[in-house]
């Protein structure tokens, strides 16, 4: 099988087409893939790290602003997909799946007037602009929510797959993790937070106070934070400035490199909203508390934590909500609450797709031959 993949700008967009890249690799042995992004992108580093080659179309976001800009993106818009189409006719695809991103406009739309099959992937609650544009000219709409269906008029499109992740997070068990990691049998609360790969100020900020007047003076709570590499000078400045380089029960990383490892073993997990943490922490029925970046496009993050919020299955704090000891507050009453901790389990497990993997191989399979048969 002959496939292109497309989708950039963010992890979120790159690593579950990735993900599904590997799967297709693992079942349909000889399948040859291809990326399609753009130069600038952080697909240019994560894809051929993940063993794939990419090629580029020039392609860029509308912004929100009245800018000069948008003149530019409005052109490209228009000319990318014929771009795109030069792509599609050298590697002669089976198939085009794409996971957001404004690179997917162009390679999507180019193999729909090709009449090559195509998907495209929304693992956000609320649909991003590229499904949007996509929707009426792809095969299948592919949804990581049941709940974003409400945004999409081409019903007759959409599956519910869930969202393709990276082996890892469905292999590591609780017990296991915190023996791997050498955690204390009398730790009654690890915590595990991270604001980002990048880092993020207020995160940084209010978990470093909740070290300070929480999880440092207990030594039945252990606690790791990762600050993101931009901010990880200054949050080392604050962590020595808090008293805190002495206590053994706390650690301060600037990058977790063993994710799957340290969310198995936590009791409790600080994060972001993004769609694919979303995802890890419901494969791994982990109690979250959930801080969503006001800095994303739509403000999807906030979205995606709202969906869990209302069904229980986490604790959404925005980041205007972080002062005066609140994330001190919401530990201690999870820890406090051994039955409200559980029913978040329990809740955030239910919106877990354990084979979403091997939903999208079907639906890749079920594309592909109905093409051929109507070929026949």
């Known amino acids: ?160 797959v869930g969202n393709p992740l990276l082996g890892e997070f469905s292999s590591e068990e609780y017990s296991e993790a915190r023996r791997k990691l050498g955690v204390p049998s009398d730790c009654e609360q690890y915590i595990l937070s991270y604001g980002g790969s990048l880092g993020a100020e207020k995160v940084n900020e209010a978990v470093l106070a909740t070290m300070r007047d929480y999880s440092s003076k207990d030594k039945a709570v252990h606690h790791l934070h990762a600050t993101g590499a931009i901010e990880y000078q200054a949050a080392t400045a604050m962590f020595s400035e808090y008293g805190l380089e002495g206590a053994d029960n706390i650690e301060l990383l600037e990058y977790i490199y063993d994710m799957p490892l340290r969310m198995a073993a936590a009791d409790v997990v600080i994060s972001r909203a993004g769609a694919m943490t979303v995802s890890e922490l419901s494969m791994q029925k982990k109690v979250s508390i959930m801080i969503p970046s006001p800095n994303v496009t739509n403000n999807h993050q906030y979205k995606n934590a709202k969906v869990l919020a209302d069904a229980g299955a986490a604790i959404l704090i925005e980041e205007k909500e972080l002062a005066d000891g609140r994330l001190e507050r919401e530990l201690r009453a999870l820890r406090e609450s051994p039955e409200k901790a559980e029913k978040m389990r329990c809740a955030i497990g239910k919106f877990a797709v354990p084979d979403a993997n091997k939903r999208i191989l079907e639906e890749i399979r079920s594309l592909t031959e109905k093409n051929e048969k109507t070929k026949k």
């Not at 997917?104 to 090709?114: F, G, H, I, K, T």
């Not at 693992?123 to 009426?136: E, R, W």
């Open 1 to 160: 099988m002959r496939v292109i993949m497309t989708g950039g700008g963010t992890g979120g967009h790159i690593n579950p087409a990735i993900a599904i890249a590997n799967t297709i690799k693992q079942n349909i042995p000889g399948s040859e893939i291809i990326f399609v992004g753009r130069e600038s992108g952080l697909e240019n580093k994560l894809v051929p790290a993940a063993g794939y080659d990419i090629k580029y179309v020039e392609i860029q976001g509308i912004r929100r602003s009245l800018s000069p800009s948008n003149i530019k993106t409005m052109y490209l818009a228009a000319v990318s997909p014929y771009k795109a189409k030069k792509i599609i006719k050298e590697f002669r695809p089976d198939i085009v799946i794409g996971t957001g991103g404004y690179v997917c406009w162009p390679v999507l739309r180019a193999a729909s007037m090709m009449g090559v099959p195509s998907a495209v992937h929304e693992s956000n609650a609320v649909p991003g602009v590229a499904t949007k544009m996509l929707s009426k000219y792809v095969d299948a709409i592919w949804l990581n929510f049941k709940e974003t269906g409400e945004y999409i008029r081409q019903k007759n499109k959409l599956v519910h």
